[in-house]
């Protein structure tokens, strides 16, 4: 679609309204009517995600790499959670190194800036508590590499952008029961109505509620979610979008930290899949609030208003228990117990205001954002101490052992454990200027003022930084299908690491630059993006140790560099088949020469197979799959060797609205550990999950 369709339906408009003032009152009125229909249904239909660039630019024009993982990809490979569907993505691993905390990694480093609809907060420490439910996103974007355009912070890996459903023109839905492996149970519903008679208001509400067992002992899993949003026309140019998501998870039998690999004589143990450091009473409960209310209204023909007002509340409660040490290879004894107990939650308000459009200079068109976001949050942590002569502290017995081996330790009154509160205020804008018929130049610039301050267990927070970061990027067109590019954006993250006094590290900064060529084939259905990528971070948080007087971990910055290339093709190679295939290669090296972030894949390749068979319409079949080369935690003296999976699925058509899918992951039984960024338990082995939905 052309940048300026959005804006050529305000055009449109203008020109029935026209045509409606110079006839008879009642047909300015029904004129009037379609007027206001028009705009907010056009916009429903033709909705563009500027979450890359804050530009309405299409994938292959826009100077970084881009993948899209769509609603109908993770429907496809029943990727229910957010980890299993961004395991779908080119260039990204899903660092599950606990069963309650995620990390997201790209290009070697930890993904720690996340956004809802191209608007949102960095996310701290990159880790994801908890299993958040994919069904409420249409599709998840993923820009890799160090984006000075969204939030004026991050590093080398890239930023997730999830684009939520919103309303369509029809009324209708879908509801699916799924049942599966470890007696997993799933129930989903999504349905949309226009809520007046012309279409100018409508909402639409997505359901999900999960029950599930796991491969691990003890594991249990239960999540219930709601999404709502309702859009309309409140004037002729200007639009209302409200909309709230509520997701109550509750974890049972959950690991704190993982397996233990080392043996006292050096070598690294291997376990059973389902083996677990864990006991019984241990708990993991997460509540996730989101709500946002957007105003755009349309200024001119070319110009927009937009006014966002996003809200989030996060509460969690555990009850948790660690085990740690060296292994004895003849006894299995050497493992030392840990319990703790925590709640804590976190309170997020953010307004950005920005205004976008198109202009006409030396006889090309251009486009144009300016805005202004203000972002605050309370983190507060709470802690329970438990009697040190409980029998959780002590020596435990022969590994694996029962998961009722330890008594719950009898805790205590609560006590507050740390409260930061953090202000973000960014000053941003971009621009697409058109140099030629075939060049055009992407030029930004982010100015912030970050501000963190409270008590970190004891130490007392009071930080202050002041950054202004530039982005420059163009994309030449060699012919009608093929785009070069480049890019160049500064690298600029406070960090939520800590040193040996309980202080936070000075933030990382650096540079990052990207080259590529972006091709479009088989009639604009293929796309095949090739990137060359370079960073240079510095001060980058390094695992240091743990503090003796408080149990905790450590850090200190490092300098690193990394490069690397990717290839990815997405589309359609045929009517009947869909193709992603990706291929990233990384090179990371500290100051010395060393290798560095050694838990990362060097070489990591995914693909996705949609096929639809053409001698049974009625049934499509799927594969998909990834490889990775071996990775390391030289901190644990851990390895795991390179492995490949497998994932396929068939979906069959009974009726036109009643529909029959069988899922099997891990088709191979490949045994591997989930991750080695932290801590280590193994992945499920085969399993899989059957479905049925109807569409009404």
């Known amino acids: 679609m052309k940048p300026h369709t959005l804006f050529s339906l305000s055009l449109l408009t203008l020109a029935m309204h026209t045509h409606a003032q110079q006839t008879t009152e ?3 009125q029904q004129d009037v009517s379609e007027v206001e229909h028009l705009l907010i249904s056009g916009v429903r239909q033709d909705r563009i995600s500027e979450g890359a660039t804050g530009l309405t630019m299409d994938i292959s024009e826009t100077p970084q790499s881009i993948s899209v993982i769509s609603a109908n990809l993770m429907s ?7 980890n299993d569907a961004l395991r779908l993505a080119t260039g990204v691993t899903v660092e ?10 790209s290009r070697g480093f930890e993904i720690k800036n996340t956004q809802i609809d191209g608007v949102g907060l960095p996310n701290d420490w990159g880790i994801v508590t908890g299993a958040i439910d994919a069904y409420g996103y249409e599709n998840i974007e993923v820009i890799r590499g160090a984006n000075g355009l969204l939030t004026g912070v991050g590093n080398a890996s890239g930023t997730i952008n999830y684009v939520r459903k919103r309303p369509t023109n029809e009324t209708g839905g879908e509801v699916a029961v799924i049942a599966g492996s470890y007696d997993f149970k799933r129930l989903q519903g999504d349905y949309n109505t226009l809520l007046t008679e012309d279409g100018r208001w409508a909402a639409r509400f997505v359901v999900a509620a999960e029950d599930k067992h796991s491969h691990l002992n003890g594991l249990s899993d239960e999540r219930g979610y709601f999404y709502g949003v309702v859009d309309g026309q409140l004037t002729d140019y200007s639009t209302l979008t409200v909309g709230v998501s509520h997701q109550d998870a509750n974890t049972d039998g959950n690991l704190w930290g993982g397996l233990v690999f080392n043996y006292t004589d050096g070598t690294q143990a291997e376990w059973d899949v389902s083996d677990t450091t864990t006991q019984e009473w241990t708990m993991w409960d997460t509540i996730n ?3 946002f209310v957007e105003f755009t209204h349309q200024m001119s023909d070319n110009w927009r208003l937009d006014v966002n007002y996003h809200k989030r509340y996060f509460e969690e409660q555990d009850k948790l228990f660690y085990a740690y040490g060296t292994i004895d290879k003849d006894t299995q004894l050497g493992l030392l117990g840990y319990p703790g107990r925590y709640d804590s939650d976190i309170d997020s308000d953010l307004i950005e205001v920005k205004t976008s459009g198109f202009f006409s200079a030396f006889g090309f068109e251009h486009e144009a954002t300016l805005g202004v976001s203000y972002a605050q949050s309370t983190d507060t942590m709470f802690n329970y101490a438990a009697d040190f002569s409980e029998a959780a502290w002590g020596a435990l017995p022969a590994f694996p052992y029962a998961l009722d081996a330890v008594a719950e330790p009898d805790w205590q009154e609560r006590t507050l454990y740390s409260e930061i509160k953090q202000n973000l205020t960014r000053v941003f804008g971009s621009s697409k200027i058109t140099l030629h018929d075939d060049l055009f130049l992407i030029a930004g610039f982010n100015a912030i003022d970050f501000e963190r301050s409270g008590n970190n267990s004891g130490a007392e927070i009071d930080n202050s930084e002041n950054e202004l970061s530039p982005y420059l990027g163009f994309t030449y067109a060699l012919t009608e299908h093929i785009n070069a590019y480049a890019s160049y954006s500064d690298i600029y993250q406070p960090q939520e690491q800590y040193d040996l006094s309980g202080q936070y590290l000075d933030p990382t900064k650096g540079k990052n630059t990207e080259a590529g060529i972006k091709m479009q084939w088989l009639d604009e259905s293929l796309l095949t993006t090739f990137a060359y990528f370079t960073a240079e971070q510095e001060n980058l948080a390094a695992y240091a140790g743990i503090n003796p007087d408080n149990g905790q971990f450590y ?3 490092v300098d690193v560099e990394s ?5 990815e093709i997405s589309g359609q190679l045929t009517e009947n088949l869909d193709l992603i295939l990706g291929y990233t290669s990384i090179e990371i090296e500290d100051t010395n020469g060393e290798d560095a972030n050694t838990w990362a894949p060097r070489d990591y390749v995914n693909f996705s197979l949609n096929y639809s068979v053409p001698a049974l319409p009625a049934l499509r ?27 396929a699925y068939a979906n069959y058509d009974i009726t036109e609205r009643l529909s029959l899918k069988a899922n099997l992951n ?3 039984d490949e045994k591997y550990i989930s991750s080695l960024h932290s801590s280590f338990y193994y992945a499920a082995p085969i399993n899989g999950t059957v479905s049925v939905t109807y569409r009404f």
């Open 26 to 28: 009642t047909q300015e």
């Open 76 to 82: 496809n490979f029943a990727a229910f959670n957010i």
């Open 96 to 105: 599950a190194w606990e069963t309650n905390r995620t990390n997201y990694s």
């Open 289 to 291: 609030t989101n709500a």
């Open 555 to 557: 850090y200190y910055g």
């Open 563 to 567: 490069t690397g290339f990717e290839v």
């Open 621 to 647: 079949v799927g594969l998909n799959g990834r490889w990775q080369s071996e990775t390391k935690n030289t901190d644990y003296n851990v390895t795991q060797d390179s492995y490949f999976l497998l994932n």
């Open 666 to 668: 891990n088709v191979t």
